[in-house]
């Protein structure tokens, strides 16, 4: 398969040179698949079409992981793309490379491109600012934390379905309900560590790991701290709803979305990336809404960490080639373009100028709903919810899954199971702050 | 009697082999002794910073109990995976032997899982046995059945066990169908003629004609499970409920190719080169001996 991806790529290439010889190739290597392959495929060819110069060309490189190895392959071997889509959870390791990429507002000024990092939703900026104020990356599909809900499920439970429980002991009561109600499945949530550790920490404005998150000028040196009581009674909650049967694990990742959309969960808690599947595929009311959180927790809510992908730009490229990178984020971070992104993904609008048109034009009222992650995300951040920015977060991610995953089939409890993520997880990050000593 | 080619000129055998060599020189030794280096060193993904640690790799592994945890959960699952192909398949083998009529069809249909990639595998195992939308889990619930591998540890295991052994069943098939077909018709009418049932006739006559096709079976499937499964894995339970089915290859694949912690990783994969190596000689030097050529 590898070969015939390969093989594919080389013809594709091959065209394409034959077909545009005075124009400067920008090569993009990016994870979007589906409907958001297209919606890729489609920016680049409006920029194509907007000008003469350059030409970006679009490679679908595999999943998130695999196409950032792939990049770090190809960067070895001196044959890294211009651009490349970047997962979040990978930007510590591209921070930490030094030399391995140029950072974007570099590049902007180099080029004399218009660009200006304040127009960015303060959430956004600042997880790919470097603390010198320097953005690093080019902010592309951000997603957020959101509650979905099954309306019909609450009407049939005697919940009131216009409104969404708001706190968690809101919830766990719901899911009661839910249960008394005969529904099998009143709760489930995706990607544990995201929305039940991040996500969370952010939204109640309490601290996931020092050194601002790993955001502040030696974030390489930060250690996790989601053991605090807060950390603990939350997951010793969800662990009382599992064992109750209020609350269904239901496989890492993204797994626990299609019992969502199947009807058989109630409540998820999830990516706001999921609303286009659910408004395809929902056979039921469904209502959006923000995340939970405890009223007697002091700042919360505060405003929830992203998720979703940004864009590098690697080292070792001509100036020429530069400049046609700049052109291409200067054409990307058009108002217009970048609010026809957010309508047509579920992504954020990821300045507050997309997000002014899109309210503008009547598309939030037309779909409710699709503004909750847009809310959650324009606020006033804190050094606890600007985002976390770990290394060896990969990893860690795992090591959360892992954890978690004892605690709901009850071999573990909260606390011990927070201290093993801790203890295991700051393993990790000594070893990144070796590997990564300036 | 000697069998031994004999050549008289000193240079021609070496460039007979050298093409032999040049590619195990290049697949093979390069990429472990690179391994074997990347071991004692910790690195950054894009290899901008490399610093030589020495032993720290293997130390932290050492002390790491869940990594520990991980060699009897490989132990048991190869031992599963190798036991039962390799005895499922040699039913099925004698099975298909014994076909008359549609026997090409048969044969086919049992190849066709080695055409199957590893992660297509267990994405097919995982639909059919998903806890929300599996077609078997609907089936096992409404038998009165609980089957949710998320949660369930000896479920997630069996599951894996399952996804690989259906993998490499083709491929000890086509093995044994050989080894079936290659022993003399004579021995087993001779055998039928002086009263022996089909029962007697294998024990006694077809099995150990096919112990050496047996023992390179288990060689292979024993590596098969060490190194092959990762894919499988990653698909069906991402080496979890909590790391119940992360066996040594996953964590090496988790660790260097999707989290890029290439020193460790490296140490992973030199740990289990020398496993694998030791359990190799051991089946040469003990198992062996009980197959008769």
Same mark, same amino acid.
């Given at each position: 398969?590898?070969?015939?991806?390969?093989?594919?790529?080389?013809?594709?290439?091959?065209?394409?040179?034959?077909?545009?010889?005075?124009?400067?190739?920008?090569?993009?290597?990016?994870?979007?698949?589906?409907?958001?392959?297209?919606?890729?495929?489609?920016?680049?060819?409006?920029?194509?079409?907007?000008?003469?110069?350059?030409?970006?060309?679009?490679?679908?490189?595999?999943?998130?992981?695999?196409?950032?190895?792939?990049?770090?392959?190809?960067?070895?071997?001196?044959?890294?793309?211009? %651009?490349?889509?970047?997962?979040?959870?990978?930007? @510590?390791?591209?921070?930490?490379?030094?030399?391995?990429?140029?950072?974007?507002?570099?590049?902007?000024?180099?080029?004399?491109?218009?660009?200006?990092?304040?127009?960015?939703?303060?959430?956004?900026?600042?997880?790919?600012?470097?603390?010198?104020?320097?953005?690093?990356?080019?902010?592309?599909?951000?997603?957020?934390?959101?509650?979905?809900?099954?309306?019909?499920?609450?009407?049939?439970?005697?919940?009131?379905?216009?409104?969404?429980?708001?706190?968690?002991?809101?919830?766990?009561?719901?899911?009661?309900?839910?249960?008394?109600?005969?529904?099998?499945?009143?709760?489930?949530?995706?990607?544990?560590?995201?929305?039940?550790?991040?996500?969370?920490?952010?939204?109640?404005?309490?601290?996931?790991?020092?050194?601002?998150?790993?955001?502040?000028?030696?974030?390489?040196?930060?250690?996790?701290?989601?053991?605090?009581?807060?950390?603990?009674?939350?997951?010793?909650?969800?662990?009382?709803?599992?064992?109750?049967?209020?609350?269904?694990?239901?496989?890492?990742?993204?797994?626990?979305?299609?019992?969502?959309? @199947?009807?058989?969960?109630?409540?998820?808690?999830?990516?706001?990336?999921?609303?286009?599947?659910?408004? +395809?595929?929902?056979?039921?009311?469904?209502?959006?809404?923000?995340?939970?959180?405890?009223?007697?927790?002091?700042?919360?809510?505060?405003?929830?960490?992203?998720?979703?992908?940004?864009?590098?730009?690697?080292?070792?490229?001509?100036?020429?080639?530069?400049?046609?990178?700049?052109?291409?984020?200067?054409?990307?971070?058009?108002?217009?373009?970048?609010?026809?992104?957010?309508?047509?993904?579920?992504?954020?609008?990821?300045?507050?100028?997309?997000? &002014?048109?899109?309210?503008?034009?009547?598309?939030?009222?037309?779909?409710?709903?699709?503004?909750?992650?847009?809310?959650?995300?324009?606020?006033?951040?804190?050094?606890?919810?600007?985002?976390?920015?770990?290394?060896?977060?990969?990893?860690?991610?795992?090591? &959360?899954? &892992?954890?978690?995953?004892?605690?709901?089939?009850? +071999?573990?409890?909260?606390?011990?199971?927070?201290?093993? %993520?801790?203890?295991?997880?700051?393993?990790?990050?000594?070893?990144?702050?070796?590997?990564?000593?300036? | 009697?000697?069998?031994?080619?004999?050549?008289?000129?000193?240079?021609?055998?070496?460039?007979?082999?050298?093409?032999?060599?040049?590619?195990?020189?290049?697949?093979?030794?390069?990429?472990?002794?690179?391994? #074997?280096?990347?071991?004692?060193?910790?690195?950054?993904?894009?290899?901008?910073?490399?610093?030589?640690?020495?032993?720290?790799?293997?130390?932290?592994?050492?002390?790491?109990?869940?990594?520990?945890?991980?060699?009897?959960?490989?132990?048991?699952?190869?031992?599963? $995976?190798?036991?039962?192909?390799?005895? #499922?398949?040699?039913?099925?083998?004698?099975?298909?032997?014994?076909? $008359?009529?549609?026997?090409? $069809?048969? !044969?086919?249909?049992?190849?066709?899982?080695?055409?199957?990639? =590893?992660?297509?595998?267990?994405?097919?195992?995982?639909?059919?046995?998903?806890?929300?939308?599996? #077609?078997?889990?609907?089936?096992?619930?409404?038998?009165?059945?609980?089957?949710?591998?998320?949660?369930?540890?000896?479920?997630?295991?069996?599951?894996?066990?399952?996804?690989?052994?259906?993998?490499?069943?083709?491929?000890?098939?086509?093995?044994?169908?050989?080894?079936?077909?290659?022993?003399? !018709?004579?021995?087993?009418?001779?055998?039928?003629?002086?009263?022996?049932? =089909?029962?007697?006739?294998?024990?006694?006559?077809?099995? =150990?004609?096919?112990? =050496?096709?047996?023992?390179?079976?288990?060689?292979?499937?024993?590596?098969?499970?060490?190194?092959?499964?990762?894919?499988?894995?990653?698909?069906?339970?991402?080496?979890?409920?909590?790391?119940?089915?992360?066996?040594?290859?996953?964590? $090496?694949?988790?660790?260097?190719? !999707?989290?890029?912690?290439?020193?460790?990783?490296?140490?992973?994969? #030199?740990?289990?080169?020398?496993?694998?190596?030791?359990?190799?000689?051991?089946?040469?030097?003990?198992?062996? !001996?009980?197959?008769?050529?």
């Amino acid at each position: 398969m590898q070969f015939k991806h390969l093989a594919l790529t080389a013809a594709l290439a091959a065209t394409v040179c034959v077909s545009a010889q005075a124009q400067t190739e920008i090569q993009w290597w990016h994870s979007m698949t589906a409907v958001n392959n297209e919606w890729v495929n489609d920016l680049a060819k409006q920029f194509n079409e907007s000008q003469k110069e350059f030409k970006v060309v679009p490679t679908f490189k595999g999943a998130y992981d695999e196409s950032m190895t792939a990049a770090i392959a190809a960067f070895r071997s001196g044959n890294a793309p211009h %651009i490349l889509q970047v997962f979040e959870v990978g930007t @510590a390791t591209m921070m930490a490379s030094k030399g391995a990429t140029v950072p974007v507002g570099k590049v902007m000024k180099d080029a004399g491109a218009d660009f200006n990092p304040g127009s960015y939703i303060p959430a956004v900026a600042a997880y790919y600012t470097a603390p010198n104020g320097e953005m690093l990356s080019f902010p592309f599909n951000s997603s957020t934390t959101i509650f979905y809900y099954n309306k019909d499920a609450f009407k049939k439970a005697g919940l009131n379905a216009d409104k969404a429980p708001a706190t968690w002991p809101e919830v766990f009561e719901a899911a009661k309900k839910l249960k008394a109600s005969g529904h099998s499945c009143p709760m489930t949530l995706a990607w544990n560590g995201w929305t039940q550790l991040e996500s969370f920490s952010a939204w109640h404005n309490v601290e996931f790991a020092t050194e601002k998150n790993g955001l502040s000028a030696n974030g390489y040196k930060a250690r996790i701290k989601i053991n605090s009581p807060l950390h603990v009674r939350h997951i010793d909650n969800l662990a009382k709803a599992a064992k109750a049967g209020e609350y269904l694990y239901k496989g890492r990742g993204s797994a626990a979305q299609a019992s969502f959309t @199947a009807g058989e969960c109630a409540m998820i808690q999830t990516s706001s990336g999921f609303y286009g599947d659910v408004a +395809k595929n929902a056979k039921f009311a469904y209502g959006l809404a923000p995340m939970p959180y405890y009223p007697d927790v002091k700042g919360a809510p505060q405003n929830t960490v992203i998720g979703g992908a940004s864009l590098w730009v690697m080292a070792g490229k001509k100036p020429a080639e530069y400049k046609g990178v700049a052109k291409f984020f200067e054409f990307l971070s058009q108002t217009k373009v970048q609010a026809a992104s957010h309508q047509r993904t579920g992504y954020l609008p990821i300045t507050m100028g997309a997000y &002014e048109l899109t309210d503008k034009s009547g598309f939030y009222a037309k779909y409710p709903g699709t503004d909750v992650a847009v809310n959650q995300m324009v606020r006033k951040v804190t050094d606890n919810s600007r985002g976390i920015r770990l290394g060896n977060y990969v990893q860690i991610r795992t090591i &959360e899954d &892992e954890e978690l995953e004892q605690v709901w089939s009850g +071999k573990k409890s909260a606390k011990d199971a927070l201290d093993a %993520i801790v203890s295991r997880g700051n393993e990790l990050l000594a070893r990144f702050e070796r590997s990564y000593k300036q | 009697m000697e069998k031994r080619v004999l050549f008289r000129s000193a240079w021609l055998p070496w460039v007979l082999i050298a093409p032999q060599l040049l590619i195990i020189g290049l697949f093979f030794f390069w990429p472990a002794g690179q391994a #074997v280096i990347q071991s004692f060193q910790m690195e950054d993904a894009f290899g901008m910073s490399t610093e030589w640690v020495g032993l720290d790799n293997f130390r932290q592994l050492v002390d790491n109990p869940s990594y520990l945890d991980s060699f009897q959960r490989t132990a048991m699952f190869s031992v599963l $995976v190798a036991g039962i192909g390799i005895v #499922v398949s040699l039913v099925l083998a004698i099975f298909a032997d014994r076909i $008359v009529r549609f026997a090409m $069809v048969y !044969k086919t249909l049992l190849i066709v899982p080695y055409a199957v990639a =590893p992660v297509i595998a267990g994405v097919l195992w995982v639909f059919l046995f998903s806890p929300s939308i599996g #077609v078997a889990t609907y089936y096992l619930g409404a038998l009165g059945y609980n089957w949710n591998h998320m949660m369930n540890d000896g479920q997630a295991m069996a599951l894996i066990v399952i996804a690989s052994v259906w993998k490499q069943i083709s491929y000890n098939f086509l093995f044994f169908l050989a080894g079936l077909q290659s022993i003399p !018709k004579a021995l087993i009418e001779a055998a039928s003629i002086d009263g022996a049932g =089909p029962w007697r006739r294998f024990w006694n006559i077809q099995l =150990p004609l096919l112990s =050496p096709t047996t023992f390179f079976l288990l060689v292979i499937n024993i590596v098969y499970a060490f190194f092959d499964t990762f894919g499988i894995i990653d698909a069906a339970t991402q080496g979890g409920p909590g790391q119940s089915t992360s066996i040594l290859v996953y964590k $090496v694949y988790q660790d260097g190719f !999707k989290a890029l912690d290439l020193g460790g990783s490296a140490a992973q994969s #030199v740990i289990l080169m020398c496993i694998v190596v030791a359990l190799t000689v051991v089946q040469f030097r003990y198992v062996e !001996k009980k197959v008769q050529y």
